[in-house]
């Protein structure tokens, strides 16, 4: 069963940092485009990132461009989300997820998701 499971999450000062990450398993990890979706408290659901199967493309919300940094080491079966310059606007819940498809399908396809982990941007 396809299993991903977020960490790094927590309470931080407004201009802080943190490093998220997300293992996953059971499926074929190198062969899936990732995304970072997050759900702030009170709103819907928002994309924030997404990087390609080897890491060598990646795209990020408007939000948090130059801000965040998606990447991942397929060695480690292993996604992150580096933050920096963190605002009460970046509180949510941040969520790893797994394309639909293997390679994808050329557009945004989200698949399976993980079980989120709670960042709090407060002074």
């Known amino acids: 069963q396809v299993q991903l499971v977020e960490s790094g999450g927590g309470l931080v000062q407004p201009g802080g940092s943190l490093r998220l990450s997300c293992a996953a398993s059971g499926f074929t990890f190198r062969s899936y485009w990732m995304y970072w979706v997050r759900q702030a408290p009170g709103k819907g659901l928002e994309w924030v990132s997404t990087i390609n199967f080897n890491g060598d493309s990646t795209s990020a919300a408007d939000s948090v461009k130059g801000r965040f940094t998606i990447s991942r080491d397929n060695a480690k079966n292993t996604l992150y989300l580096q933050m920096y310059s963190l605002t009460s606007e970046d509180t949510a819940v941040y969520y790893c997820?797994?394309?639909?498809?293997?390679?994808?399908?050329?557009?945004?396809?989200?698949?399976?998701w993980g079980q989120g982990t709670q960042v709090t941007v407060s002074s």
């Open positions: 997820v797994k394309d639909l498809s293997d390679y994808g399908l050329g557009y945004p396809a989200f698949g399976s």
